[in-house]
């Protein structure tokens, strides 16, 4: 374990080999002897294989990584095992999302907030795309006081794809601009979750999915088949050879 300044607290400290989402939120079995294949879209036509998933062994000391460790487990075990903790919402029949009356707002809303800021302090080669500029010193800011609220500006809107093999494929997070305000998007275990990173009201698109206190969690079903996420896949996959 090799020493380094961790980029949360900024003290010289042995850094661990941290994963930026959580090992348990990667489509993987646990008993399963493969290893995971990794498909990069910054590098089209390339493919590795990981055991472990992506992880940084340059971000943080064991210290900083204990902040959100409770974040991690209980936003695996919700997301994983959403069936158990949702009601689903269906429309002339049609499944179209799910509704969670009871959760906690606090730990999960923290654990986005925390993938977030990962996102963006890490310098692997996958979060090229994550430059969040004030708002990564914001989100620090909201972790190390562990109120998922303030600074005000972060709103969190979760969507799961309708595939449950190929949408939980992990795709690279980045920055998007939906009506003109400015979101980080994150892919994990088939969800995609964007994060306001910007001062301004977020866009009504999202405002029914948008997670709030004392109110229930929605999460929005969305078609993977033929949505940008597949097309992109599709693209990644042709390019390697087989």
């Known amino acids: 374990m090799a020493s380094g300044i961790c980029k949360f607290c900024g003290a010289e400290a042995p850094l661990i080999k941290a994963h930026i989402v959580p090992a348990g939120l990667y489509d993987k079995d646990e008993n399963s002897k493969e290893a995971f294949k990794v498909f990069t879209t910054d590098t089209p036509g ?3 294989r990981s055991w472990t ?3 940084d062994d340059d971000l943080v000391c064991r ?3 204990d902040r959100w460790d409770s974040w991690d487990s209980y936003a695996v075990e919700f ?3 959403i069936e158990d903790y949702a009601k689903p919402i269906r429309h002339e029949g049609k499944l179209i999302g799910y509704q969670a009356d009871d959760y906690d707002y606090e730990r999960l809303k923290l654990f986005f907030l ?10 692997r080669k996958e979060f090229k795309l994550v430059k969040l500029g004030p708002y990564q010193g914001k989100l620090k800011e909201s ?7 303030q600074p ?3 709103e969190v809107s979760l969507c799961r794809f309708d595939d449950t093999q190929l949408g939980t494929i992990l795709l690279n997070p980045h920055c998007e601009r939906i009506d003109g305000i400015n979101y980080l998007r994150i892919y994990m275990y088939g969800y995609t979750v964007s994060v306001k990173m ?3 009201p977020g866009t009504n698109v999202f405002r029914p999915l948008t997670m709030q206190p004392g109110q229930p969690l929605r999460i929005g079903l969305r078609e993977f088949k033929n949505g940008p996420e597949h097309k992109l896949m599709l693209d990644i996959v042709r390019g390697v050879p087989g």
Do not use: H, K, Q
């Open 46 to 48: 390339r493919s590795s």
């Open 53 to 55: 998933g992506i992880y």
């Open 63 to 65: 210290a900083c990584e």
């Open 79 to 81: 997301l994983r095992n």
């Open 114 to 123: 925390s993938v977030a800021w990962r996102c963006s302090a890490s310098v």
């Open 143 to 149: 972790i190390e006081n562990r109120d998922p609220d």
């Open 152 to 154: 005000a500006g972060f």
């Open 198 to 200: 910007d001062r301004r």
